[in-house]
């Protein structure tokens, strides 16, 4: 048997930034930013401080510490080794959980000494999430729904967290926004959960899409991805407007409404344009916040 190859700092840095998913980053970073500038209006350090917190050090925790305890069924994916994650080696397994705990202890300290208890509770919840969503006892990813509720969570809480930093007063509309959002954040993990279907059932791991099957989750997304549309209405003008970014989300899962369990894989080349879908839809939302951000000046 050939021995591993040693590991070297750059090996490392590089399997360390592929598990973190770059081309993610900005999904967690930018809802904090958004939320906290636009109560605010003032950029300060905690925007700065915040951002690159949620930029890299909680994608890489989140996904890192997905990447060590899903291994068993990442070796038999295919899709992994790229955007989709990094199939870790095993010596890179404590590592990366060291990594990931250590880049994020100095912004959690930080952001709890200008923060408020409201606040703590919010960032402490929020990492809870990441944490127990793969990891054990509770990895909240095996339990079907738990698994797209949780998920969702992780992107729409760096939101909830800037505004309650910021003291942001909660208004119906600001409430139907993080509706959307999550609802956003539902439909996304279980679109993404399809194909997986059949790595997952043999490495014997559960979620929404092994438990209902891949057509009926498909349906469920889109289900969720129209409500987030709906509930967009309820937000303050120009806000509305935003329920047309969910038209390319559902444009995009439709073809696969009736996929069979077998042939779930399929739905990775639909996931991959949601990955850039996610690109233009911050755009179009960049846009109607600048908007937004005018006509409340």
């Keep these: 048997?050939?021995?591993?190859?040693?590991?070297?700092?750059?090996?490392?840095?590089?399997?360390?930034?592929?598990?973190?998913?770059?081309?993610?980053?900005?999904?967690?970073?930018?809802?904090?930013?958004?939320?906290?500038?636009?109560?605010?209006?003032?950029?300060?350090?905690?925007?700065?401080?915040?951002?690159?917190?949620?930029?890299?050090?909680?994608?890489?925790?989140?996904?890192?510490i997905n990447d060590v305890f899903d291994y068993e069924s990442d070796l038999r994916n295919p899709r992994k080794g790229g955007a989709h994650g990094a199939v870790l080696d095993r010596r890179l397994h404590p590592i990366t959980l060291w990594a990931a705990g250590l880049s994020c202890l100095p912004f959690v300290v930080y952001l709890v000494l200008v923060g408020d208890?409201?606040?703590?509770?919010?960032?402490a919840a929020s990492l809870?999430?990441?944490?127990f969503y793969s990891a054990p006892p509770l990895r909240l990813k095996?339990?079907?729904?738990?698994?797209?509720?949780?998920?969702s969570i992780h992107f729409f809480s760096p939101a909830v967290y800037g505004l309650?930093?910021?003291?942001?007063?909660?208004?119906?509309?600001?409430?139907?926004?993080?509706?959307?959002?999550?609802?956003?954040?539902?439909a996304s993990h279980a679109f993404g959960a399809v194909q997986d279907v059949v790595a997952d059932r043999e490495a014997g791991i559960s979620s929404i899409a092994t438990a209902r099957g891949a057509r009926w989750t498909v349906r469920f997304a889109l289900a969720c991805y129209a409500a987030a549309g709906l509930a967009m209405l309820a937000t303050t003008w120009p806000g509305p407007l935003a329920a047309l970014v969910?038209?390319?989300?559902?444009?995009?899962?439709?073809?696969?409404?009736?996929?069979?369990?077998?042939?779930?894989?399929?739905?990775?080349?639909?996931?991959?344009?949601?990955?850039?879908?996610?690109?233009?839809?911050g755009f179009l939302v960049t846009m109607l916040l600048i908007w937004y951000a005018l006509l409340t000046a």
Excluded at 23 to 52: C, H, K, Q
Excluded at 179 to 185: C, K, Q, R, T
Excluded at 248 to 271: K, M
Aim: a neutral charge.
């Design 1 to 64: 048997m050939t021995a591993a190859p040693p590991l070297r700092p750059g090996s490392v840095a590089r399997q360390l930034f592929v598990s973190s998913r770059p081309v993610s980053w900005i999904n967690t970073a930018y809802p904090f930013a958004a939320a906290y500038l636009m109560t605010t209006r003032e950029i300060d350090a905690t925007l700065v401080v915040g951002t690159l917190f949620f930029l890299v050090p909680y994608n890489l925790a989140m996904y890192g």
């Design 117 to 123: 208890p409201a606040s703590w509770v919010v960032l």
């Design 128 to 131: 809870f999430f990441v944490v």
């Design 142 to 151: 095996e339990r079907p729904f738990l698994d797209s509720a949780t998920s």
């Design 164 to 186: 309650v930093l910021a003291g942001a007063a909660w208004t119906l509309p600001l409430v139907a926004l993080i509706v959307a959002f999550a609802l956003w954040g539902v």
């Design 246 to 281: 969910v038209v390319p989300y559902l444009v995009t899962v439709w073809p696969y409404r009736s996929l069979a369990d077998a042939d779930a894989e399929a739905a990775t080349a639909g996931w991959r344009r949601f990955l850039w879908l996610n690109q233009l839809a």
